[in-house]
C-alpha cells in the first residue's frame, strides 16, 4: 500500500527536506524515503528511508546536533 504522501509535489518535498536539515523538524516527525518498486516480491525494498531526524549529543564538545 502506497503512502499518502509517496505523490506530494517534489516542491513541496524540497521544503520539507530543507526544514528538516535547518532542525525546524522534531526528531521522530519525519523522513525522508526513497521511492522503490512497491510491487516487488522484495518487501525490504518497499520506500527504504534515506534521511531521519536523530538529535544527538556528541562526546567531544558536548552540543546537540542534527544528524
Do not use: C, H
Not at 519525519?30 to 538529535?55: C, E, F, G, H
Amino acid at each position: 500500500m502506497n503512502s499518502p504522501w509517496r505523490d506530494r509535489p517534489i516542491s513541496e518535498s524540497l521544503k520539507l527536506f530543507e526544514d528538516m536539515k535547518s532542525g525546524l523538524v522534531e526528531e521522530g516527525k519525519a523522513t525522508l524515503r526513497m521511492k522503490q518498486d512497491m510491487q516487488s516480491d522484495n518487501y525490504n525494498m518497499y520506500d527504504l528511508i534515506a534521511y531521519r531526524i536523530k538529535v544527538s549529543t556528541w562526546l567531544d564538545d558536548f552540543n546537540y546536533s542534527n544528524l
